[in-house]
C-alpha cells in the first residue's frame, strides 16, 4: 500500500517516509516468528532506487531472519543495477541454493555471465 501510495506523493511525502522508514527500522526489535521487516524496508529503498540502502537493510534482514530467498533475490537486483556484477551473481547464486526452481534467478544468472561479467577461472 505505501508503495503505492509512494508512486503518486509529493516529494515532501516522500522524504517523510524516508525519515519513517529509518525509524521503523532503528526501532525494529527480532521477534522469531514475525514478519521480515527489514526486508520490506529494503524494497522500499529498492523501489525509490536507492539501491545502496536498499542492500544495507538486506544484509540486516539476512542477519536476524536468515537465508531468506527474497533478501538474496532483492539484494542481487540492486547489485546488478549498481553493476556490481560479481557480487550480483553471487546473490543469484544464493537465491538458487535457497530456491532451486527460481526461474527468475536463473535468468539474472545467465543474463550476467552472458552479458556483463565472466569469473576468473
Given at each position: 500500500m505505501i508503495l503505492a501510495k509512494m508512486r503518486t506523493s509529493t516529494p515532501t511525502v516522500l522524504l517523510?517516509?524516508?525519515?519513517?522508514?529509518?525509524?521503523?527500522?532503528?526501532?525494529?526489535?527480532?521477534?522469531?516468528?514475525?514478519?521480515?521487516?527489514?526486508?520490506?524496508?529494503?524494497?522500499?529503498?529498492q523501489e525509490i532506487k536507492d539501491y545502496e540502502t536498499a542492500i544495507h537493510y538486506y544484509e540486516?534482514?539476512?542477519?536476524?531472519?536468515?537465508?531468506?530467498?527474497?533478501?538474496?533475490?532483492?539484494?542481487?537486483?540492486?547489485?546488478?543495477?549498481?553493476?556490481?556484477w560479481e557480487e550480483a551473481l553471487n546473490a543469484f547464486q544464493s537465491t538458487l541454493t535457497l530456491s532451486k526452481d527460481n526461474v527468475v534467478a536463473r535468468g539474472w544468472v545467465a543474463k550476467i555471465l552472458d552479458e556483463k561479467y565472466t569469473p576468473l577461472p
Open positions: 517523510d517516509l524516508i525519515q519513517v522508514m529509518h525509524k521503523v527500522a532503528n526501532n525494529f526489535y527480532y521477534i522469531p516468528g514475525t514478519a521480515d521487516t527489514l526486508t520490506n524496508i529494503g524494497i522500499f529503498f540486516k534482514a539476512i542477519q536476524y531472519f536468515g537465508q531468506t530467498e527474497a533478501a538474496h533475490y532483492n539484494r542481487g537486483l540492486c547489485l546488478f543495477f549498481l553493476e556490481r
